[in-house]
């Protein structure tokens, strides 16, 4: 079972992301802030969640939630920047996009680059620990799904509806076919002439 809070005298917002590992699209980054006596059974890691039921959760996490905010951070700046520095930066921008500043932030993960003013924890496995930290990875997931829901009409040979840019079989298949894209991540060597990826 989710726990609701961190430290029930604080102002909290959960902080996740979606798409690190993708080959392409942008990375994103959610923060939310709920009520301390939000509670859905629903409520989880989005990961443990199928698309049904993530779909179902996201409007009612943005509807009940104190405050939240989803960012994004292109494939160009991930290219420039590398993808931690850039996961860093999206979720900086959702929190600062924040209507309410919280008082303390919950990262999921292990590492996070520290938010002027605001102290942070880093929780491993966060995301299936606390609610705002559940309700930040389903928002950043919907968000990113919906997003790349939306490339696939421009490149719909990549199968962007289905694998949302992550390296799967189809998706490698194309890229040895069609090669890279505007939208693909250079910098992840991704390649055909890489034989291990393909």
Known sequence: MLSPYFDSTLLEAGIDEAGRGCYAGPVF????????????????????????????LRPL???????????????????????????????????AALKIKPELLLVDGNRFAPYPQIRHHCI????GKFAS??????????????????????????????????????????IEQYGLCDHHRKSYHILPSDPSLF
């Open 29 to 56: 980054a959610a923060a939310v802030i709920l009520p301390k006596d939000f509670h859905d059974p629903l409520l989880n890691d989005s990961k443990q969640l199928n698309e049904k039921q993530r779909d179902r």
């Open 133 to 174: 930290i559940a309700a930040a990875s389903i928002l950043a997931k919907t968000w990113r799904d919906e997003f790349m829901q939306q490339l696939h009409t421009e490149y719909p040979q990549y199968g962007w509806n289905s694998n949302k840019g992550y390296g799967t079989a189809t998706h490698r298949k194309a």
């Open 61 to 95: 996490i943005e509807k009940e939630a104190l405050a939240f905010s989803v960012q994004q951070v292109s494939n160009l700046d991930i290219d420039r920047i590398n993808i931690l520095q850039a996961t860093y930066r999206a979720m900086h921008g959702a929190i």
């Open 124 to 127: 491993v496995k966060g995301d």
